[in-house]
């Protein structure tokens, strides 16, 4: 079955580290995308990617970074400078970048830092 | 432009009740407009997909919309336990800007056995 899979499902962090979330989907999208959920604050975009080797910062993009080497693959580095990292991620993607087709998405990561 | 606002709840309703979730919207050029499903520790997907204005129905589903007042519904009739979940509304015009759809904060709905 064609889909969007997200691993780890849970994850912890201490303090001062780097750690990435994998994003990987086999349903041939052109995008993806990387939200963040917070109880009461909805979904906020982190950083999205039209195409291979070209991604956008979104609203909330200090203290992340991604990579987009592969069309199936779009992971998220959640880095040192991010100082509330805890939270649900949520990956998804599109199939030409046109939002009116709607997003797949991911089952999302929870990462805490501890 | 980035205006889709959704009353956050919680909405709580007995079993078999009809259930009315809402968003209001700001900008005109939205023309498509969906529904997502979210269930607790998952990701949201997709429930209902509504171009324009007007109606649709889907098993005990309807999403209404009506542009004339920017106002987006989800309906849900014979309300059972297993939609408890939070319930996420989009819009988008066509095409999308940067392909972005705009979200509401979501409704949580508990229905009570």
């Known amino acids: 079955d064609g889909g969007i899979t997200q691993s780890p499902k849970y994850l912890f962090r201490k303090e001062g580290q780097n750690v990435t979330l994998s994003c990987e989907q086999n349903?041939?999208?052109?995008?993806m995308y990387w939200y963040r959920q917070d109880p009461g604050q909805g979904l906020r975009l982190i950083y999205y990617s039209q195409i291979v080797n070209d991604f956008q910062k979104g609203d909330i993009a200090e203290g992340y970074s991604v990579s987009r080497e592969k069309k199936e693959s779009f992971p998220l580095t959640v880095t040192s400078a991010q100082k509330n990292p805890t939270a649900f991620y949520l990956c998804?993607?599109?199939?030409?970048?046109?939002?009116?087709?709607?997003?797949?998405f991911g089952s999302g990561t929870r990462l805490t830092v501890v | 432009q980035k205006e889709v606002e959704q009353d956050p709840g919680p909405l709580s309703v007995p079993e078999g009740a009809i259930v009315s979730l809402n968003c209001t919207y700001s900008?005109?050029?939205?023309?498509?407009f969906m529904w997502y499903r979210q269930y607790s520790r998952k990701g949201p997907e997709l429930l209902m997909y509504t171009y324009s204005s007007g109606n649709k129905e889907d098993g005990r589903f309807t999403a209404q919309v009506d542009k004339s007042s920017k106002y987006i519904s989800l309906f849900i009739r014979d309300s059972q336990p297993s939609d408890s979940a939070t319930y996420l509304c989009?819009?988008?015009?066509?095409?999308?800007?940067?392909?972005?759809?705009?979200f509401g904060k979501g409704t949580k709905l508990s229905v009570k056995p």
């Open positions: 998804a993607s599109n199939p030409q970048g046109l939002s009116n087709y709607g997003y797949t």
């Open positions: 989009a819009a988008s015009w066509y095409g999308g800007s940067q392909g972005n759809l705009i």
């Open positions: 349903l041939n999208h052109d995008a």
């Open positions: 900008n005109s050029a939205f023309q498509y």
